[in-house]
Every structure is written in C-alpha cells, then in structure tokens.
C-alpha cells in the first residue's frame, strides 16, 4: 500500500487530519470566517477537504477550492461535498500546492497540517501572501516542539521544527501577526495518535491475511512506539490565525 493509501485510513476516525478535537475544528473556522462568511476560501493540502465542506456546510454564501496531490482524497472530498449538497461551491484541484496560482484572491486561507508541502512556516506564508485579498486572513496549523526533542522525536520529525515561541517568531518575521490561536491539549494529540494508530489496526485486523494486512499492522505498531518512546512529551501543535503585519 502506498503511504497515502495509509495515510487515508489511519485518519478515518478523526474530524480533520491534525490534531484538533471537532469543538476546536468547529471553533476555528467561526473565527477565521467571521465578516468572510460570503467571500472565497482556499485550503492548500485540503486532504479530504474536511475543513472548507464543513465551512461550506456552515455558510450557505461561501465559496470554496481545495489543492491537494492526493486523487484520492479529492474524489472523497467531492463525494462529501455532494453528500452535504455543497458541491456547487466547492472546486478541488489536483495540484501541487507550490504551483497553485488564481486569478482572483481569496479572503481566507487554511494551510492545517500541510507546511511540509512548501518547506515549512516561512515558504508557506510567502506562497499565501499573493493569494489572499486585503484584509483577509490564514489559518496556519504547525508542528512544534513543546520541550527539548529527543533523539527519536528529531529522527521522526527532522530538525526544521521550532518551539513555540519561535513558530510565532518565524510567523512575525515573515510578515504577519497573530489575531488568534490555538495550541492543541494533551487530549487533542492523544486522541489524534490513537485514533491514527487504532483506526489503522482495526482495518487490518478485518482484512484477509497477505501483505497488506502486515503493513498496517506493522505500521501502526511502529507509528504507536515512536509515539509513545519517542515524542509523546515533547510534541506539540499550535494553529494560528494570521493576518498581514501592516509593516509587511
Ligand atoms: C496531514 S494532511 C492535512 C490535510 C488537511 N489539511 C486536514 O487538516 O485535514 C497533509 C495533506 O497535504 C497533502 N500534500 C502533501 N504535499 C502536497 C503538495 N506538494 N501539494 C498539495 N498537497 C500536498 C497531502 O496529500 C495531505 O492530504
């Protein structure tokens, strides 16, 4: 199985791909949409598009479109979209979030869980700059580190993570300020890795013996060490609301 075919159904249990409770999920799109409520929404590496069919589930005005390299996600996100009636409003691209251009802007973007697609905090937002429209807003979900990494958490992670008071750094060096953020409780992560690894375990456990089978076994069983040994006590994931600096 390809690494996103796993991907697919470790997170079939969970609201979004991150580590953010359905409250919280909920509770974001409010902010970042509020006075956008009838405007354009952009989410670049949309995943299943879980955010924007739920914001456009919420505001019957809004328009969305997601970009994702995943065909598969994009067809579910289109079966959910038609499922919610909302697959009038919703255009989803199979692209590369880096090549992704529009020629009118738009006044919210998210970018949750998806920083690796451009290189990090700093790529990402000077990819966003030319998309958003004056006064719009992104909403940016980033990895962090929330204690000193161990040696198991940087071989998982890499080392272009930073602590929290450097994410936001980063952030205002590049242009922006924060108007809100959430950095996600210990029951948020907890319940994403479970519902990762779990999620993943009760698939194979239903499938036929074979190959596919042992992988996501073997993958969840791995996924779950490096968790639970590795970066449980020094991981963390912050989303912040941003908007341009008026320096920027
Ligand atoms: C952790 S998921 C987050 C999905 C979604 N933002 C969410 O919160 O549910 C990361 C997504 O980024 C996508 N992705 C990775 N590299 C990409 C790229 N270069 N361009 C577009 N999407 C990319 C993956 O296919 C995956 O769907």
Same mark, same amino acid.
């Given at each position: 199985?390809?690494?996103?075919?796993?991907?697919?159904?470790?997170?079939?249990?969970?609201?979004?791909?991150?580590?953010?409770?359905?409250?919280?999920?909920?509770?974001?799109?409010?902010?970042?949409?509020?006075?956008?409520?009838?405007?354009?929404?952009?989410?670049?590496?949309?995943?299943?598009?879980?955010?924007?069919?739920?914001?456009?589930?919420?505001?019957?005005?809004?328009?969305?479109?997601?970009?994702?390299?995943?065909?598969?996600?994009?067809?579910?996100?289109?079966? *959910?979209?038609?499922?919610?009636?909302?697959?009038?409003?919703?255009?989803?691209?199979?692209?590369?979030?880096?090549?992704?251009?529009?020629?009118?802007?738009?006044?919210?973007?998210?970018?949750?869980?998806?920083?690796?697609?451009?290189?990090?905090?700093?790529? *990402?937002? /000077?990819?966003?700059?030319?998309?958003?429209?004056?006064?719009?807003?992104?909403?940016?979900?980033?990895?962090?580190?929330?204690?000193?990494?161990?040696?198991?958490?940087?071989?998982?992670?890499?080392?272009?993570?930073?602590?929290?008071?450097? *994410?936001?750094?980063?952030?205002?060096?590049?242009?922006?300020?924060?108007?809100?953020?959430?950095?996600? *409780?210990?029951?948020?992560?907890? /319940?994403?890795?479970?519902?990762?690894?779990?999620?993943?375990?009760?698939?194979?456990?239903?499938?036929?013996?074979?190959?596919?089978?042992?992988?996501?076994?073997?993958?969840?069983?791995?996924?779950?060490?490096?968790?639970?040994?590795?970066?449980?006590?020094?991981?963390?994931?912050?989303?912040?609301?941003?908007?341009?600096?008026?320096?920027?």
């Amino acid at each position: 199985m390809e690494r996103h075919e796993i991907s697919r159904i470790a997170h079939r249990d969970h609201p979004v791909a991150a580590p953010l409770s359905d409250e919280t999920v909920r509770g974001l799109l409010e902010r970042l949409l509020r006075g956008r409520e009838d405007g354009r929404l952009l989410d670049l590496g949309c995943g299943e598009a879980a955010w924007p069919v739920r914001a456009l589930a919420a505001h019957p005005a809004l328009r969305a479109v997601g970009v994702d390299t995943d065909p598969v996600a994009l067809r579910r996100a289109l079966e *959910t979209a038609q499922r919610l009636g909302v697959a009038g409003r919703i255009g989803l691209h199979h692209t590369d979030a880096r090549e992704f251009t529009a020629s009118e802007p738009f006044d919210a973007v998210l970018c949750v869980g998806s920083t690796h697609a451009f290189g990090g905090l700093g790529p *990402t937002l /000077a990819a966003i700059a030319p998309l958003l429209a004056p006064g719009g807003a992104v909403l940016l979900g980033e990895s962090y580190w929330e204690r000193e990494p161990t040696p198991l958490a940087r071989e998982v992670f890499g080392d272009g993570l930073s602590d929290l008071a450097g *994410t936001v750094a980063a952030a205002r060096e590049a242009g922006w300020l924060p108007v809100a953020g959430h950095t996600s *409780t210990r029951t948020e992560l907890d /319940a994403y890795e479970w519902a990762w690894t779990g999620s993943l375990t009760d698939w194979a456990l239903d499938q036929p013996p074979g190959p596919d089978r042992e992988q996501a076994l073997r993958t969840a069983a791995e996924h779950r060490e490096e968790w639970l040994t590795g970066y449980r006590d020094c991981f963390g994931f912050v989303t912040l609301l941003l908007r341009r600096s008026p320096e920027s």
